[in-house]
């Protein structure tokens, strides 16, 4: 989407119906930034929320990932009340993309004890609204590895916290992130100075292949730290043959996948069809499991 962070100490461990009559019906999430342009003034959905989320739990989606949290808030409601819209769908209210970017003094000092009081509301927040996961979905390329050390940092102690609450935090990456600061991929210095216990990464294998990097290579490389995959083409799933979608699937475990994720951006037929299509081309396939939950 949008184109659409040590200072504790601790560990931090890993915290319906109406579906396509022809398919089986597999775990699979929707990120809820896709159907913006419904929500918006003008839209179909513009003032009504429950009908929108009914569409979506009977395409045959199981769960959401939301893209609208602001003052302890999702799409202006109350966590409570978002969480029994989405239930009431047939769906699981899983995850949320949010972040407070840090000042440039904040960066330059390393103390950022004022943002993490932003943290602990909107992860009491998630909390009530019955989130598994919080995801950091941008941040802007810094200009250093000192700058980006100290937001690797930031990332472990907002890790820490959704831990002590029970929830998994991870980041989100665009294609920005696979170009190289000082001589280092972004991504990889991410991935290699942040705490395990503490950030999972939630692979956008579009933006991956797009910032010309595969997926697979990364689950190899990095194997259990990609706990979240969004799964996104160009536009309708499978469509483009740009991203290779059996071997990503095959590869899942590797990653350490728990949910899987459907995010569009462009759609061939409106936002509705295209969901529904991507759906179905998921459901359909063979290499993409009934679910990814670990036992």
């Known amino acids: 989407m949008f184109g659409a962070l040590a200072l504790l ?37 513009e003032h009504d929320w429950p009908r929108l989320l009914g569409r979506l739990g009977e395409m045959g989606y199981t769960a959401v990932e939301a893209a609208g949290y602001a003052d302890g808030r999702f799409y202006g409601f109350a966590p409570e009340e978002f969480r029994r819209m989405v239930e009431a769908a047939g769906m699981r209210p899983l995850s949320s993309h949010c972040t407070k970017p840090l000042t440039k003094e904040e960066v330059r000092s390393g103390d950022f004890i004022e943002s993490l009081k932003w943290w ?132 899942a475990a590797q990653a350490g996948a728990e949910y899987m994720i459907v995010e569009m951006e462009e759609f061939t037929s409106g936002v509705e069809e295209g969901l529904r299509q991507s759906l179905d081309y998921l459901n359909r396939a063979p290499f993409v499991a009934a679910s990814y939950a670990r036992p």
Not at 16 to 41: C, F, M, N, W
Not at 160 to 167: K, V, Y
Request: with cysteine.
């Open 9 to 45: 100490g601790g560990g931090c461990g890993a915290p319906g119906g109406g579906a396509d009559h022809r398919a089986p019906r597999k775990e699979i999430a929707v990120q809820l930034y896709s159907v913006r342009s419904l929500t918006q003034p003008g839209g179909a959905y």
């Open 120 to 251: 602990d509301a909107c992860i009491a927040a998630h909390k009530a609204a019955g989130m598994s996961y919080v995801v950091t979905p941008w941040m802007d390329l810094p200009a250093t590895l000192a700058e980006l050390s100290v937001y690797c940092a930031y990332y472990d102690e907002v890790g820490r916290r959704c831990r002590e609450a029970g929830l998994g935090y991870g980041y989100h990456n665009h294609a920005h992130e696979f170009r190289k600061v000082e001589d280092r991929v972004v991504l990889d210095y991410m991935i290699e100075h942040t705490d395990p216990a503490c950030v999972f990464f939630q692979l956008d294998v579009y933006w991956a292949v797009m910032g010309q990097a595969s997926p697979v290579d990364y689950f190899t490389r990095y194997p259990g730290r990609f706990r979240l995959l969004h799964i996104k083409d160009r536009r309708e799933i499978g469509e483009s043959g740009m991203v290779g979608f059996d071997a990503i699937f095959r590869h």
